[in-house]
């Protein structure tokens, strides 16, 4: 009992000085890694707004490690923990080896999120579908769904945003290649918090749903979005109309199959992943932005290094644990 606590406390302060050294567009290096692409977003409506202050917060793929599939988590409208707080949405990533998934975060600014075209306000960069004026959220009706008998603190600007990609990741094969600007890196240092427990729960109905699954639904998920967090069953549930793109995983790689033995397109946790390739040294042409992505480079490897090297000591120190004698009985007398 002892050893386990004091090993947990290891882990926290070692997970503790990493986390401290990374920026929030980083906290993915510790989380699954999946081998290939998530599925295009689907084609969809916005279910109407269900009140005042409920902030839309866009649907995306999560991965199953458990079933080894994508599922659709809906787009839902949630209430903002705190006034004058906006939602960055998640996103996937490639991290060299894989793809990883960036957690989405409410914080006073909108962070980067890969340059994902959700929609309905998050078109890749920052968000047009309302604001925070003297305590009140302010919708934008040019691009969110709201019914004005209801909510009154209403604009409408409308958003140049004929350019529609389906694409659900960033990097990789096919993947965007937008980069966070300067203001979105710095969002990612304001002060935030992780999703609130209703969407927690909303992630985990979505996960228990097979019908969410890609290799049920080939990226057309029947729950596409919902008007309040885990209403799966509710009369403002949307279905969508098509799918983004055609669905084609790996073989062997659906909801109901077998898991492969030394298949490229395994999930895992970092820890079990080759070490990654160095990455090439930048070159845009610009000195200046090469020597930042230089910087940025060296110190997601470092990250990385640390976190590889604590999880060997970790495993380490549980195989001298098992490894060690266990005495029964009273303990010897002086």
Request: include cysteine; glycine fraction near 14%; charge should be neutral.
């Amino acid at each position: 009992m002892h050893i386990r606590f004091i090993r947990t406390l290891l882990f926290t302060a070692v997970v503790g000085v990493v986390l401290s050294c990374m920026s929030a567009s980083a906290f993915a290096a510790v989380g699954i890694v999946v081998g290939f692409a998530p599925p295009a977003l689907p084609v969809y409506e916005q279910p109407i707004c269900p009140g005042d202050g409920y902030l839309w917060t866009p649907g995306y793929w999560g991965w199953g490690d458990d079933f080894d599939d994508y599922y659709w988590v809906p787009g839902t409208w949630v209430m903002a923990p705190e006034v004058g707080f906006l939602w960055t949405p998640g996103y996937w990533g490639w991290g060299g080896t894989g793809f990883v998934f960036y957690d989405g975060y409410w914080g006073p600014t909108i962070g980067f999120y890969g340059g994902i075209n959700y929609g309905f306000g998050y078109f890749g960069v920052g968000f047009d579908g309302g604001r925070w004026d003297n305590g009140h959220f302010f919708y934008n009706r040019a691009v969110l769904n709201v019914n004005v008998d209801n909510i009154h603190n209403v604009y409408n600007t409308t958003v140049d945003h004929t350019t529609v990609s389906r694409v659900s990741y960033n990097g990789g094969e096919g993947g965007l290649t937008a980069r966070p600007t300067a203001a979105e890196e710095a969002a990612a240092h304001d002060r935030h918090i992780g999703p609130v427990a209703a969407q927690t729960q909303h992630v985990q109905q979505a996960h228990a749903n097979p019908q969410q699954r890609a290799s049920m639904n080939q990226g057309k998920p029947a729950i596409a979005a919902t008007g309040k967090p885990g209403d799966f069953k509710g009369s403002d549930v949307v279905k969508a109309s098509e799918a983004g793109g055609r669905y084609t995983p790996p073989a062997n790689r659906g909801g109901t199959a077998a898991r492969p033995e030394n298949n490229a397109a395994t999930a895992g946790h970092v820890r079990d992943l080759p070490p990654a390739e160095r990455p090439a040294a930048p070159n845009t042409g610009d000195a200046k932005l090469d020597k930042k992505y230089q910087k940025e480079q060296q110190h997601q490897q470092q990250t990385q290094d640390l976190v590889q090297r604590h999880q060997q000591q970790n495993q380490a120190m549980q195989q001298r644990m098992q490894a060690a004698p266990r005495s029964g009985g009273r303990p010897p007398s002086r």
